[in-house]
């Protein structure tokens, strides 16, 4: 249909931001990445066979999706969330080995959280036991983080390696995880999209069917130099003020609050565990009152089993009457139960189509998934894979990671689009961390709001291996923060303030890498003053114009300071000048300390051996010395008050440099009018 047509000139999406700090990564697709595909003819009967079509090309997902911990073996949820598998692990109980796995792993954290060194000690003696004598995938897995980063264990990247290859051919997902990443940083790109799109299928099968749950980051719990109170305000689920308001708002008959505590139930957000049995009851209260999106949802609940019994004529019915309320995108989850045949006579694609065109015509991301879907396998419609493409694009902007999914298996098999391994490997990389291991950033997070820094810097670096950037930069910044609190461990207890500077330094760099301005500024820092490696100005002017390509002031400030004092950039008072400039443009907030840089810049120019250089040299606190200047000073009023004073000494100092030196000058003109004067008389 014509409005369907989508301009083919110029395509651009973005990936999802991964944080709040790190930049969004922009994909722009021109016609040479349109791979030509000729017309395959056309097949628009409602009784074609959807399983003809490749057998790589996945369909709508399976309604049948199998438990987050069955997706994930080996994973820690029976240690953190041990009601959540009761249910499944019921009937087969653990076998002795993996008990053994669990209690050690238990054991481990445990002793954390109690700061029991010698405990953690034994912890990780039973893990190795189990993995290098009894060949156990998980204990494996364990033990190549703990080598990795150097707890208890010596650092030994060879031998994390080792492991977490062993862990990966016995089914670890985690570390096939791991293992992708460090071939993704190595630009090994033919390696990393195979573990990749495994993982990224995985991710994909956890996904409801027919709604799609929301993108749930996880939190940073930091800006840079301070706690994010706020992020971690709206994370602490039933003891936060606003959910309190919210559930007493639903409780007095608010069909909107009822929904939204639902909601949050059923998909886990605002650091709720997911339980589809409240959310059920509020959806249930909430659609008394006629409330539309509790009804959809209700039809999602109903076709994916979730706390009831499966039934797919309920489902229809629900998402019916949220359709005629005009919620536009319960027609996509209509359209997916006329395309599978659930709830209806027989399948029906024509049907399907129509309801899915009323969701996209609505803007609905599923809509124009399934449409993509439908035209990529031909599914009631001509085969066409590049308006397929299209459609995904579309999804894709919207934050539909199925649609992601998609275009990287086009990219990666050079299906409608091009070959592109690195891109392949980026989009898969970003569907892969939406997978059921994302769970570990809720832990952290819990334990860490619950005040165990230790056990949350635990559950971050385990993260951080995975390639997740707001775990790598949430573990550096407990690193920096916290110090021993942070349970650092290596081979002979705490760590020293070397051996931290040292791992933050790696995570940030890490973090810096992918995209995170902030981490860039931090190793410029780290370069600048030699913490947790050598000090190079080099090495941290590279830093810094990295942050700075990211158009950060901080950095931009920094990189004038360092072209004023000629450290690790040519002295160079025109581009010192450009920077500081530049950072002002960017921040208004750092017009005091861009003030004082102009002041002793024009000092500088116009007086370079007077004695206000050598003042200015000699009081570096008036730079931010390459630290965070907004966060740490300009912020504080205090300190924003004794650098006023500070302007207010080096005005005064400046004045009475220039009387003293127009007192010399008269002094000597008057010294030439009476020697002169006598001739005159004569």
């Excluded at 199998?66 to 994973?75: A, I, N, T, W």
């Excluded at 898969?428 to 165990?452: F, H």
């Excluded at 000073?633 to 302007?647: D, K, P, Q, R």
Aim: net charge negative; charged share 25%.
């Amino acid at each position: 249909m014509q409005r369907h047509k989508l301009p083919l000139s110029l395509l651009i999406f973005s990936l999802l931001p991964l944080s709040l700090l790190a930049r969004p990564y922009f994909l722009i697709l021109s016609q040479e990445d349109l791979k030509d595909i000729p017309s395959s003819p056309t097949t628009t009967s409602s009784d074609v066979d959807p399983n003809e079509s490749p057998p790589e090309w996945d369909e709508f997902g399976d309604s049948d999706s199998k438990p987050e911990h069955e997706l994930d073996p080996g994973s820690w949820r029976p240690i953190f969330e041990p009601d959540a598998t009761t249910s499944s692990t019921s009937a087969s109980k653990l076998d002795p080995e993996m008990e053994q796995y669990y209690s050690a792993v238990e054991k481990m954290f445990s002793a954390v959280s109690d700061s029991e060194v010698r405990v953690v000690e034994e912890a990780v003696a039973e893990i190795e036991e189990l993995a290098t004598v009894k060949g156990n995938s998980h204990a494996q897995s364990v033990l190549g983080f703990l080598y990795g980063l150097g707890q208890i264990k010596e650092r030994d990247k060879a031998k994390a390696f080792l492991y977490h290859h062993f862990a990966a051919d016995g089914g670890s997902l985690q570390s096939k995880s791991a293992l992708a990443y460090t071939y993704y940083r190595q630009l090994m790109y033919e390696k990393a999209v195979k573990l990749y799109a495994e993982l990224a299928e995985v991710a994909v099968n956890s996904f409801l069917i027919s709604k799609d749950s929301p993108v749930i980051e996880p939190v940073r719990i930091h800006n840079g130099a301070e706690e994010n109170k706020e992020a971690l305000r709206k994370s602490r689920g039933e003891d936060d003020d606003v959910f309190q308001i919210l559930e007493y708002q639903a409780q007095k008959g608010n069909a909107g609050a009822m929904f939204k505590i639902g909601y949050f139930h059923y998909f886990g957000l605002r650091g709720l565990r997911r339980d589809h049995a409240k959310a059920l009851a509020w959806f249930s209260k909430a659609v008394e009152k006629g409330e539309p999106r509790s009804m959809e949802l209700l039809g999602e609940i109903y076709a994916r089993g979730a706390g009831v019994e499966r039934n797919y004529t309920k489902a229809l019915e629900w998402l019916t009457l949220a359709a005629k309320q005009q919620l536009y995108s319960a027609y996509n989850g209509m359209g997916y139960l006329y395309v599978k045949g659930y709830g209806v006579q027989k399948k029906n694609y024509s049907k399907a189509k129509e309801y899915f065109e009323r969701a996209a015509d609505h803007k609905d991301a599923g809509g124009h998934y399934n449409l993509g879907v439908m035209h990529l396998k031909g599914i009631g419609v001509k085969r066409d894979v590049r308006l397929a493409c299209q459609y995904f694009i579309v999804a894709a902007n919207a934050g539909q990671p199925k649609a992601f999914y998609q275009l990287a298996k086009m990219f990666h098999m050079g299906v409608g689009l091009k070959k592109n391994l690195p891109m392949a490997t980026a989009l898969y990389k970003l569907v892969a961390e939406r997978g059921p291991w994302n769970s570990l950033s809720r832990w952290a997070l819990e334990s860490y709001l619950k005040g165990d820094v230790g056990k949350a810097f635990l559950l971050y670096s385990r993260m951080a291996e995975l390639g997740y950037e707001i775990a790598q930069s949430n573990a550096a910044w407990i690193l920096d923060k916290y110090a021993e609190g942070s349970m650092c461990m290596g081979e002979s207890g705490f760590c020293t303030d070397s051996e931290r500077h040292q791992r933050a330094h790696s995570l940030w760099w890490q973090a810096s890498e992918q995209g995170n301005e902030h981490a860039a500024l931090l190793i410029g820092d780290a370069y600048y003053y030699g913490r947790g490696t050598e000090r190079d100005y080099e090495r941290a002017a590279e830093a810094y114009m990295h942050a700075k390509s990211q158009s950060n002031a901080q950095a931009m400030f920094n990189l004038g300071y360092m072209h004023e004092h000629g450290e690790g950039l040519p002295l160079d008072l025109h581009l010192a000048k450009r920077y500081y400039d530049q950072a002002l443009e960017i921040d208004p907030a750092a017009k005091l300390p861009v003030t004082l840089a102009l002041a002793s810049l024009w000092i500088r120019k116009n007086h370079a051996d007077s004695f206000m250089v050598h003042v200015i040299d000699s009081l570096p606190g008036v730079y931010p010395k390459i630290k965070a200047w907004v966060e740490n000073i300009i912020l504080e009023e205090g300190n924003a008050a004794i650098l006023t004073l500070f302007v207010c000494l080096l005005t005064v100092l400046y004045f009475r440099e220039r009387q003293r030196r127009n007192a010399a000058v008269e002094v000597d003109i008057h010294g030439q009018h009476i020697h002169h004067a006598p001739a005159a008389l004569n």
